[in-house]
């Protein structure tokens, strides 16, 4: 079947269907009303983003791969979410065309091909660029349009398809600045046939993007509301971390009696599961009253308040390193803002990207700048002296021998030295060769500079590593070949077959493993030299079998003194998986140096629906011995929901930064 379940195992479209080719007549079930499509070039971001807001929502859903869409699958659905159909064949986007056409409702985002535009009353036109102003920071909507819109949406959108309306398309909403300014540009259309706004739905805000996504579905499926808002009254009580509200009482009760927490938290606590007792007591009499959408908001409220409870239940700590990787080199609303907050909440380091040995976003000679740097403008002597301004110190985030954000120019250059790490199909990667002195000595030279001409306290070392991707994780290129043949001293026969799978990997491996530890013990005795005191911390592959896998082999850095501050990268959704990996982790530092774990709240692996898996995540760092943590990465959730639920309470004191050891 091409239809995977929706959350909690339902699949009712699909059995209803299956059931009724048998003969077999379907009276109780009601079928699941809303699809999303999964499209290709879709990496995971832009569905589960999605997903998570329909979840929120209390919607039931489908998820089918956009290369099984088909016209015995479509009808069962009266809306279909489109996260990410740009790259849709021209028979999945005539299916598409063919639902829409039968009476199905579409609710699709980003680009799409010209027939479903058509349809949606939209003409697309030139790509747009997100720029220091942040013009495309958040959606919002005219008020009254829909029942349980919210006033605006946050989106930290990148960039954007300018849109214009066509036929009987109306803008239903618009693109303004963190300032609230009007950009100018419509952001969200509406029309019989459904739903379009001109970039993807984002992670941000993930309240509001519920909200939104019910909105727009119960234009096309009015009895949603009722369904949505019944379903948020019944889950009132069944948190993250507790079955009840008994439970939660019981929980902060031995809590309080264990000891350990702030002053009067117990109690303030305690405050809460009344206050969010009386707020669903609220929801209870508009639900009898048939306000559907008010009885929606006030019962989310409701669960906030008592969940907020939960936050208090975890004490401070007087010293580690509480850092936020800002991977935007001109952060929204502004890096004073950003500053100012993170200390407010209780962090300590900020760790802004500050480019490759492929582009700087700083004024640098050795390497290209990126066009937010000129004249009159340093998006790292911005962050430097707002940063120290708040008090917090400077880690500076540099993505060394990955240079995929290096321009065309850039990258062509270093394809054509094939400077470039090749894997087994020959195809060039992005990453430099770190065997190559070339790519070697323009590493040193970048970070050199950066370092002597910006007071940064620290630098961060990401990507010292070979790719993680199968084929090209071994660096098959000419200048390898030589190097590992004359150390070893003998040709490899069958190359590159004996060093990928042959009696020669084991080999290989290891002399990968000594390339990167060389390139890193020579750039920290370069750096330390230049900027005694200066803390070189590097990102370390979190998951197991790091040395077999890109070539960190953590042990013998610490054995050679080449770091001070190793960051295990566990980007990971599960608590136990990350214990896991912190538990081997420490195991394997010992007390040598302080380690950070980072925490991937918002990545590749995660997207964290509420606070709560990043405290007990924070709790579980602490457990296994580590100095600190850093949390990936800075967006709009983070800034304004997740930070004060933690100053709550794992950060509700200011704390030191670990010192050395050893």
């Given amino acids: 079947d091409s239809v995977e379940p929706s959350p909690g195992g339902y699949r009712p479209a ?20 809303v699809a999303v499509v999964r499209g290709k070039g879709d990496r995971g971001p832009f569905a589960r983003a999605v997903e998570s807001a329909l979840q929120g929502a209390g919607i039931e859903f489908d998820t089918i791969k956009v290369g099984e869409v088909s016209t015995a699958v479509l009808p069962s659905y009266r809306v279909l979410v489109l996260p990410y159909f740009s790259q849709a064949s021209p028979e999945e986007t005539q299916t598409v065309c063919a639902y829409v056409q039968s009476g199905g409702k579409l609710i699709a985002f980003f680009r799409l091909p010209e027939e479903l535009c058509q349809l949606l009353g939209v003409s697309l036109g030139p790509f747009l660029q997100d720029t220091p102003s942040h013009p495309f920071y958040a959606a919002r909507f005219a008020p009254g349009e829909l029942p349980g819109l919210p006033e605006r949406m946050v989106q930290e959108s990148w960039n954007i398809f300018t849109a214009y309306p066509t036929g009987n398309t109306r803008v239903i909403g618009g693109w303004v600045d963190a300032a609230g300014a009007d950009s100018g540009h419509p952001a969200v259309f509406a029309n019989d046939n459904g739903f379009f706004m001109n970039h993807v739905l984002t992670a941000d805000e993930a309240r509001a993007k519920s909200e939104f996504l019910l909105a727009l579905i119960g234009r096309f499926v009015p009895e949603q509301w009722e369904r949505s808002a019944r379903k948020a009254l019944g889950d009132f009580g069944k948190g993250e971390r507790f079955t009840s509200v008994d439970s939660l009482r019981q929980r902060i009760r031995s809590r309080r009696a264990a000891g350990g927490l702030a002053p009067d938290a117990g109690t303030r606590a305690e405050q ?3 206050e969010a007792l009386a707020l669903k007591a609220v929801a209870e009499g508009l639900c009898v009253e048939g306000k559907f959408p008010e009885v929606f908001a006030k019962a989310r409220s409701a669960s906030d308040t008592l969940t907020s409870a939960y936050y208090l239940l ?3 700590r007087d010293e580690e390193l509480r850092g936020m990787f800002v991977s935007s080199p001109n952060p929204a609303p502004d890096w004073k803002t950003v500053c100012q907050t993170l200390k407010a909440c209780g962090f300590n380091a900020v760790f802004p990207y500050v480019g490759s040995a492929g582009i700087a976003h700083y004024h640098s000679q050795s390497v290209p700048t990126s066009p937010l740097v000129t004249e009159g403008a340093d998006p790292l002597a911005e962050c430097l002296a707002a940063a120290h301004d708040a008090g917090l110190k400077v880690f500076a985030w540099d993505n060394l021998f990955n240079v995929s954000d290096g321009d065309e120019g850039f990258r062509a250059r270093m394809e054509a030295g094939r400077r470039l790490v090749p894997g087994v199909t020959g195809e060039a990667s992005a990453y430099l060769c770190p065997t190559q002195p070339e790519n070697q000595q323009l590493v040193v030279d970048s970070c050199l500079e950066l370092v002597q001409g910006y007071a940064v306290d620290g630098l961060f070392l990401d990507y ?61 005795t370069a750096l330390r030299e230049a900027r005694p005191g200066l803390v070189v911390s590097v990102a370390v592959f979190g998951w197991p079998d790091a040395r077999k896998n890109v070539a960190q082999n953590l042990s013998a850095w610490l054995d050679a003194g080449s770091v001070d501050l190793p960051i295990l990268m566990n980007y990971t959704d599960s608590a136990s998986f990350f214990s896991k990996l912190a538990e081997g982790e420490a195991k394997e530092i010992g007390n040598r140096v302080p380690w950070c774990t980072a925490l991937g709240a918002f990545s590749h692996a995660a997207q964290f629906a509420s606070p709560v898996p990043l405290i007990d995540q924070i709790e579980l760092t602490r457990k296994h011995g580590a100095g600190g943590f850093v949390v990936f990465k800075l967006n709009h959730t983070l800034l304004s929901e997740f930070l004060p639920a933690l100053r709550e309470g794992v950060t509700a004191t200011d704390a030191r930064l670990p010192a050395p050891r050893g």
Avoid at 20 to 32: E, F, K, N, Q
Avoid at 490 to 517: H, M, Y
Wanted: charged fraction near 20%; glycine fraction near 6%; hydrophobic fraction near 40%.
């Fill in 272 to 274: 809460r599961v009344d």
């Fill in 464 to 524: 010292l590593r070979y790719p993680y991707r199968p084929g090209s994780r071994h660096c098959l290129c000419a200048a390898c070949r030589r190097t590992f043949e004359a150390e070893r001293g003998a040709p490899v026969a069958n190359w590159p077959q004996d060093v990928i799978k042959g009696e020669l990997a084991d080999p290989f491996n290891a002399w990968q493993q000594q390339t990167i530890s060389a390139r890193l013990g020579g750039l920290r």
């Fill in 14 to 33: 699909r059995i209803a269907a299956m059931l009724s080719c048998l003969g077999v007549c379907v009276i109780s079930a009601r079928a699941t009303e």
């Fill in 314 to 316: 975890f004490p401070s």
